[in-house]
T-cell receptor, first 112, second 111 residues
Framework: NAGVTQTPKFRVLKTGQSMTLLCAQDMNHEYMYWYRQDPGMGLRLIHY???????AKGEVPDGYNVSRLKKQNFLLGLESAAPSQTSVYFC???????????FGPGTRLTVT | GENVEQHPSTLSVQEGDSAVIKCTYS??????FPWYKQELGKRPQLIIDIRSNVGEKKDQRIAVTLNKTAKHFSLHITETQPEDSAVYFC??????????FGKGTRLSVIA
């Protein structure tokens, strides 16, 4: 099993460009999450999904959109990137809400 | 909503000593408290968790204690080793809302 995978691993964007980050899990988990990690700020939840076809806002959702068309995939979109979105993005999945979250390897995004 | 505060932000200990990291939470409905370890450049991984129906849980050199009355929980690492050096995150959830993480503690174990 690959667990949780993320694509791409690194990306550099110019201000105003758009991109999509892909998260995939092969553990048949219901819940999926997108976090951003900035120095000294811990892990902040951007959006999450409690099942195929569902999405919900987390703590810092502005400037991001998500979709979960298939149970195994959770996409994070940036429509118009800003330097403030420079961060490391982690995807995670879990069986249900009070279960272990399995994290992907992360995507390092730089917006210039 | 839930607010989780974690202290200290950095901690240095001599190899073989114990390390303690403390977290407080605000939502009395929270009933799940995991701890994640993140090594440099790696993804966070669960090391131990505790649910509100127990006050303490141990796994070899790692233990977590929970005081629901005071709304705080702690991670205890005994006989620290260099490979324990990492950032540790606490988190809390009631199940109705997603996990909320603390800001992390950078633990350095000095050989």
């Amino acid at each position: 099993n690959a667990g949780v995978t993320q694509t791409p691993k690194f990306r550099v964007l110019k201000t105003g460009q758009s991109m999509t980050l892909l998260c995939a899990q092969d553990m048949n988990h219901e819940y999926m999450y997108w976090y951003r990690q900035d120095p000294g700020m811990g892990l902040r939840l951007i959006h999450y999904s409690v099942g195929e076809g569902t999405t919900a806002k987390g703590e810092v959702p502005d400037g991001y959109n998500v979709s979960r068309l298939k149970k195994q995939n959770f996409l994070l979109g940036l429509e118009s990137a800003a330097p403030s979105q420079t961060s490391v993005y982690f995807c995670a999945s879990s069986y249900f809400s009070l279960y272990e979250q399995y994290f992907g390897p992360g995507t390092r995004l730089t917006v210039t | 909503g839930e607010n989780v505060e974690q202290h200290p932000s950095t901690l240095s200990v001599q190899e073989g000593d114990s390390a303690v990291i403390k977290c407080t939470y605000s939502d009395s409905a929270s009933n799940y408290f995991p701890w994640y370890k993140q090594e440099l450049g790696k993804r966070p991984q669960l090391i131990i968790d505790i649910r509100s129906n127990v006050g303490e849980k141990k796994d070899q050199r790692i233990a977590v204690t929970l005081n629901k009355t005071a709304k705080h929980f702690s991670l205890h690492i005994t006989e620290t080793q260099p490979e324990d050096s990492a950032v540790y995150f606490c988190a809390a959830s009631s199940g109705n809302t997603p996990l909320v993480f603390g800001k992390g503690t950078r633990l350095s174990v000095i050989a």
